[in-house]
Every structure is written in structure tokens, then in C-alpha cells.
């Protein structure tokens, strides 16, 4: 037997062959000689009846195989998933601009290009429903309204020595992965079909594509090597394209392959929910909050799609790192007649946040106090009670904006702004702090379930199987070094195969921050039985008791015993093998203790709690509106790292897209429901200029009471928040010009256009006299 040296192996599984370009994603596997294109006709209305389509023009082009329409589909026209609002294909109406009519099969796409005019659909055009405002008034909603309500708000608000109202708005975003919305189709023997799908669902589109074709969940297969980013689009999203290219195939019988243009994309697929939500808030003269009301309103789409989903989590993120002995949140996810919009990092989180932040620096103007003074004060304690009646454990209280503070030195930073502004008229700096708690779990609680299996191989190698999506979040290898871990081996050892519905089934998508939670915890468990079987050869092998404790580490197996005489891995294993120990193990893992009564707003929707806090600093410039991001501290709980390469990534990667969703990525619409911004052109996003000048990130490394796997916590989501900090940085700037006796009616997102206006109206406001 030939030893290999894996300690020679990269730590990294894919990094530096991402950077030399040689990982595949679904666009680089050699096509089928026999491959159709799918080209997709998307409806031209946002809302309008189809009287007729007549494709007969179209069949006859030159390169046309075939044109699909709903009439074609063998199964159900339907892939919504909590409710039947989602058809496939468009039959009698059309509920967005950009839904799918028909699909045109070529072997060439320009072919398909020239036959899409020539499909004839007569149109009765209807009104749309377009605005959170527009569907109020139309009393266009998915379901009833959501309650969570703790104490007497009301009472509390009355008696309150102070109270403020307001009106909050949060906009869309745009996912922008680098791979667009895509799929490939193949048939196997006896019709199974195989999808290579960008999808963070495998289970779902399993499921749904079955449905569409008629077939069994087990005649389908779906397999994922990896995608080029998703931060949520690809979870529900997904689906459609996959069902689509499904269809397809299941129909031509030849493999077919649908990808969106960036066009395409934009135009046609759902975005971060746009909020506008209404508080009312009570507070004494410290600034300690007394009572909150909130109600949230969410704009999402044609289709229910995570809506509702979204909208709870931005309800149980309503009161952020405060505890409000008084509090009552609602919640209400309007129909309109936009593409439905969908998950996206934070799936609600962050407009919560964005409304308790807004109130906060309200009651600081109010009082003349600084902003932090009202956070510190009301942050939550050690097992304090959330809205909903979850313990909060492993509380900060404020040592993250303490960390903050003092690494920045807040007092002089302050006092140097103070200066900065009174001598420059057309330049101001800002500052704000933006602490956060942020909860891990999927809030639907069947979804926190993973399974994961294992094979060793002879030579000591693995294979490793889990359910989780490789999206760039660099998941394998984090489940890689908990299975190397576990097992004490080098990580070289290891292969990470594809997410593959014949290999891991039933799985949840990877989203909700806790990919690796899940799965990583599942690889854990099997690893786990394969080490014990592995001890019990190596006790025979060392000739000790099976009470002696054996040592995995460093790729050798020794005992306490005789610590002198060890095993490598690879001989321990080639024993078992020839002793018929089973070398391969399936685990299963679903979180504990997670709950929820939706009737009565109350339980555990979380299993843990990660916190932190962000102070940043900006400069912006109140002629054109620019501003850019002088300094930024951020002070993150990670608890036990895993990889702190990879957390330090998220954690910077989340903070830059979350001060672009507040400050430059806008979404507009015209009346017939189309997306304006479709190319990087017209929809701005931050770039490598636009990072901090200043940057310090720590990541608190310690022992919690909650956590997951080797004591880790999520990173994928909770920072994103920290990019609010940047637009409440700019509100800050911007006031400095009243002294910050004025409220700047900023709007979100804080575009250059938005800076200039909020700096006119205050402008005007003090002119006038009016404070």
C-alpha cells in the first residue's frame, strides 16, 4: 500500500483553485452534442387576462424544436409551495412583468431569439397593484395579520413621560450573484431526470419538479457541485428556472439547458422585501423605553413565495438588542404585482432593525443625548425575556460598543468631528453605532433538520456528503475541518462531493445562517460513529481495554496506556477493512428545543443568539451627495472559530452588501411593474473603492452558554446588519448642519440624489425658522 502525505495537502479545499479558475460551476460541464436551449417568452404586463396565444408563426422558424406553453405540462401547473399562487407557465393571467408564457426550444438561442416575436399573446390589461400603499388600499394581502405583544403597551405608552411617532421606509435589493438564475436538464434511463441545478434547494426542487412533471420525488434527481453566489436568491427563486429546464427535457426527451441573461435576471426574479412600517414609542427621561408599537408592512410580489417567513423574522427582530417591558408588533405581507420577492441575507432581520434604530436616534434627538447613551441603557440583560418569550442568553450587555468605543477612542473622535464640521461648510462627518442580536435557526421548525454521510476509504481517504449548498460561503470546508476534527486528520484526506438528492434526501435549503450548524453537525455525529468503530481496531491493534482511552491526532491513533506505540490512520483503517468493520456512516441531526406558537406569538424560534456591534464613520459631501466610510470598527461573537479566514470574510463581505442595500443599491419600477436598473450601468453596488479606509474587525473567540457545533455560531447573516450603521452615519452628517436639533428626512437608500434632498430640506427648515 503506496502512503500518501496529506499533511502536504492544502488547508483549503477550493480556494486556490477557485483563484486559478479551474473549479466548474454548471456552465463550464461539457455540453451534450444534442443539448436544446431554453428561451423563455416573459409576459410584457404586470397584470393582465391572456385571451389568446397562438405559436404556430413561431413553430415554423427556422431552428425551432419545439415551443411549450401551460396546456403542455403533464402534471400540475403549480409551484407554490406554502399556498397554490404560483403557476408555472402563465395560463389565463399574468401576475408580474417578466412571467414566464411560454418556452422556446432551439438548438441555437439566436434562432429562439428571432421566433419570440412571432408568438402572437392577445393581452386584457388590468391595473397593478405596485405599492405597499396601493395594496393597503386594496386590502391585498397573503393572510391575516401577525401578533406578538408582551405587557400593556398601550397603558405604558400613555403614562409614558415622553412619546414619539414615526414612519420608517426600507427599499429593495437586488442579489446580484455572479452566476445568473440557470439550469441543466438530462434524462436517464427509464425517463429518471437529472437537474443540475443553481439552487440552494435540492429538496424543494426535487419535490416541486416532480409535482410539475407528474412523476415521483425518487425519478428525479438534482445535483449541485457548487454555485457563483446566491445570499438567498437561489432558494426559492430557483425553482421556477429548474421546473422550467425540467419540463423541458421531460418533454423533448434531449437535455436542455435554460440560463438568464443579467438582463433577464433582474428584470424577471424577486428582490429584498421593500418595508414601511409605522412605531410609536414611550421612553423617561434617561431614555430607558417603556413601550413600543410597531407595525410592519412588507411589499411581496405576485406570489406568497418566503413572505410570510420574512416577515416573522422581521417581527422577532423587531426590538433588536433592547429589552422593552411593553411591546406590541404587527405584521401584514402585501400582494402586489412586482415579481414575488424573496429571501435574501437577513430574510427580514435588517428592516426590523432599521425601524427600533430609526426610534432610537429619534429619542436621542429628542433628549439631546448621544444615540449610544439610549442604546447602552436599554440593552438587554443575561435571561431577560424576548417579545416572544425566549431567554436570552449569553447577553453582552455593552462590552461590544464598548469595544467599539474605546478602539476608535469615541470621546476624541467625537470632539475632532465636532471641530471637522463647524470649520467646513460643504464637507461633513458623521458617526453612528449599530449594535445587534441576531437569531439562528429556521423560524419554520421542520426545516432544522441535516443528514450527512461518510465513507472511509481503504487508504484512508474520505468521501463526505452533507445537504448543505457550496455558494461561496465556503461551507465544505467548514464541514471538512469538523469531520478532520473529529477524526484528527488532516483535512487533505478529505473530498467533499456534490449536494446530490440520491445521496443526501429531504434536505433543507442552505439558508437561515446555519448551513453549517446543521450539516456540520450532522458530518460530526457520523464522523462520531466512525471513530468509535475505528477505537475498537485500534484497541485490538494497541492490545489495551476497551475503558483505555484512545488519542485520534495528527493522522496516528495512540492510547494513554503506552502512549509511545502509535497507529497511522491509515493502518487502523486497512484493519477494520479486513476485519468487515463497516467503514461508511449516514447521521442525522435536527436542532433541539427550537418552537413556536404563531396563535399566541410565543416560544423558543432560536436556538441561540449572536451578538456585536459596529461604529463606523463617514465623510460625505453635501454638494453631490457622495460620502465615503472613513473608519469602521466592528466587534463580532463568533464563540469557538472554525475558520477565522472564513469568518473574517462573511463578516466583511455582509457588512459592505448591507451598507450598499442602505446607501447606493435603489430599485425603481414604472407602471407597468418593470425594473429599471437591470445592468451594473444602472444599479449601482459597492466595489473594492468603496470599502472602509479605516477597518478593524474583531472577532470575539469565547465560550458561550448556546452555541453549535464545537461551539460555533453562525456568521453569515448577523453582519450584514452592521452596514445600517453607515446610513445612520450619514443622518448624523447630515444634521450636524442644525447641530443635530433637526430631523433630516433622509430616505433609504442614501443615494447621492437622497443626500442632496435631505441637506435642501434641512436647509430649508432652518431657514424658515421651523424646528
Known amino acids: 500500500m503506496v502512503k500518501k502525505n496529506y499533511k502536504k495537502t492544502p488547508p483549503e479545499l477550493n480556494g486556490t483553485r477557485h483563484l486559478q479558475g479551474l473549479t466548474r460551476f454548471i456552465a463550464d460541464e461539457v455540453k451534450p452534442s444534442n443539448m436544446l436551449y431554453v428561451t423563455i417568452l416573459h409576459s410584457a404586463y404586470a397584470a393582465a387576462n391572456i385571451k389568446k396565444i397562438s405559436t404556430h408563426l413561431a413553430e415554423n422558424m427556422p431552428g425551432i424544436f419545439k415551443i411549450i406553453t401551460a396546456k403542455d405540462i403533464p402534471g400540475e401547473n403549480q409551484i407554490g409551495h406554502l399556498m397554490p399562487d404560483e403557476p408555472l407557465l402563465a395560463d389565463n393571467q399574468v401576475i408580474y412583468y417578466g412571467q414566464p408564457i411560454a418556452l422556446i426550444l432551439s438548438e441555437d438561442v439566436r434562432d429562439a431569439e428571432l421566433a419570440i416575436p412571432k408568438i402572437e399573446v392577445t393581452y386584457e390589461v388590468l391595473n397593478p397593484i405596485l405599492s405597499i400603499e396601493e395594496a393597503i388600499e386594496a386590502e391585498s394581502f397573503y393572510i391575516e395579520e401577525r401578533k406578538i405583544e408582551r405587557g400593556d403597551w398601550k397603558t405604558a405608552l400613555q403614562n409614558a413621560p415622553h412619546q414619539l411617532s414615526g414612519q420608517v421606509e426600507s427599499g429593495a435589493q437586488e442579489h446580484f450573484y455572479m452566476e445568473t438564475q440557470r439550469c441543466r436538464a438530462v434524462l436517464g434511463e427509464n425517463d429518471e431526470l437529472i437537474l443540475s441545478s443553481a439552487t440552494q434547494s435540492t429538496g424543494e426542487i426535487q419535490e416541486i419538479c416532480a409535482r410539475v412533471l407528474g412523476l415521483s420525488s425518487k425519478d428525479v434527481t438534482i445535483d449541485v457541485k457548487r454555485l457563483g453566489g446566491a445570499f438567498g436568491g437561489k432558494e426559492r427563486n430557483a425553482t421556477l428556472f429548474a421546473c422550467l429546464t425540467g419540463l423541458a427535457a421531460y418533454l ?82 402585501c400582494r402586489t404585482n412586482l415579481p414575488p420577492n424573496t429571501a435574501f441575507r437577513g430574510f427580514g432581520g435588517p428592516q426590523g432593525i432599521f425601524v427600533i434604530e430609526n426610534a432610537i436616534f429619534d429619542i436621542a434627538r429628542f433628549l439631546k443625548k448621544d444615540p449610544v447613551e439610549i442604546q447602552k441603557i436599554n440593552m438587554y440583560q443575561e435571561e431577560q425575556l424576548t417579545p416572544y418569550a425566549q431567554k436570552v442568553y449569553d447577553a453582552p450587555g455593552t462590552a461590544y460598543i464598548d469595544h467599539c468605543l474605546e478602539s476608535i477612542n469615541y470621546p476624541v473622535l467625537k470632539e475632532e468631528i465636532k471641530v471637522f464640521n463647524q470649520a467646513n461648510q460643504f464637507i461633513k462627518r458623521g458617526l453612528a453605532t449599530i449594535p445587534i442580536k441576531f437569531g439562528i435557526s429556521f423560524t419554520t421548525a421542520f426545516l432544522n433538520q441535516g443528514s450527512a454521510l461518510i465513507w472511509i476509504y481503504t487508504d484512508g481517504s474520505i468521501s463526505v456528503s452533507h445537504g448543505g449548498i457550496e455558494m461561496g460561503q465556503q461551507i465544505n470546508q467548514k464541514v471538512a475541518l469538523i469531520v478532520a476534527k473529529t477524526l484528527g486528520i488532516s483535512v487533505g484526506r478529505i473530498r467533499i462531493e456534490s449536494a446530490n438528492t440520491k445521496r443526501i434526501g429531504n434536505a433543507s435549503p442552505t439558508a437561515a445562517s446555519s448551513g453549517t450548524d446543521i450539516n456540520g453537525n450532522a458530518a460530526r455525529l457520523a464522523a462520531e460513529i466512525l471513530k468509535n468503530r475505528l477505537k475498537q481496531t485500534a484497541a485490538e491493534l494497541l492490545v489495551i481495554s476497551n475503558d483505555t482511552t484512545v488519542y485520534f491526532e495528527n493522522d496516528l491513533i495512540w492510547s494513554s496506556e503506552n502512549p509511545e506505540q502509535k497507529l497511522s490512520f491509515e493502518q487502523v483503517v486497512h484493519t477494520a477493512y479486513m476485519n468487515r468493520v463497516d467503514l461508511g456512516a449516514h447521521a442525522f441531526y435536527k436542532t433541539p428545543d427550537i418552537h413556536f406558537d404563531r396563535e399566541k406569538g410565543e416560544g423558543t424560534p432560536f436556538y441561540y443568539f449572536v451578538n456585536g456591534s459596529a461604529t463606523v464613520m463617514v465623510e460625505i459631501d453635501l454638494i453631490h451627495g457622495y460620502f465615503a466610510i472613513k473608519k469602521a470598527c466592528i466587534a463580532h461573537e463568533t464563540a469557538k472559530l472554525i475558520d477565522e479566514a472564513i469568518d473574517r470574510g462573511q463578516i466583511t463581505g455582509a457588512f459592505v452588501q448591507g451598507y450598499g442595500w442602505c446607501t447606493m443599491e435603489e430599485e425603481n419600477f414604472n407602471q407597468k411593474g418593470q425594473y429599471l436598473a437591470t445592468t451594473p450601468s444602472t444599479y449601482k453596488f459597492p466595489t473594492i473603492r468603496d470599502i472602509p479606509e479605516e477597518w478593524d474587525i474583531k472577532m470575539f473567540d469565547k465560550t458561550c452558554k448556546k452555541s453549535s457545533v464545537y461551539g460555533s455560531k453562525a456568521v453569515g447573516e448577523p453582519p450584514f446588519i452592521y452596514g445600517e450603521g453607515v446610513w445612520f452615519a450619514i443622518l448624523d452628517a447630515i444634521e450636524s448642519i442644525g447641530n443635530h436639533q433637526i430631523k433630516a428626512n433622509l430616505k433609504h437608500p442614501a443615494t447621492p440624489e437622497a443626500i442632496i434632498l435631505a441637506v435642501d430640506r434641512l436647509n430649508k427648515t432652518l431657514k424658515e425658522g421651523i424646528i
Not at 414601511?276 to 411589499?299: A, H, M, W
Request: hydrophobic share 35%.
Open 252 to 333: 423533448s426527451k434531449r437535455p436542455c439547458e435554460l440560463v438568464l441573461s443579467r438582463i433577464e435576471d433582474i428584470s424577471t426574479t424577486g428582490k429584498r422585501h421593500p418595508f414601511k412600517s409605522q412605531f410609536q414609542i414611550g421612553f423617561d427621561e434617561s431614555g430607558k423605553i417603556l413601550s413600543y408599537n410597531v407595525d410592519f408592512f412588507s411589499n411581496g410580489g405576485a406570489s406568497i413565495d418566503l413572505s410570510i417567513a420574512i416577515l416573522e423574522r422581521a417581527m422577532l427582530h423587531a426590538e433588536n438588542t433592547y429589552y422593552i417591558p411593553n411591546i406590541k408588533i404587527t405584521g401584514k405581507a
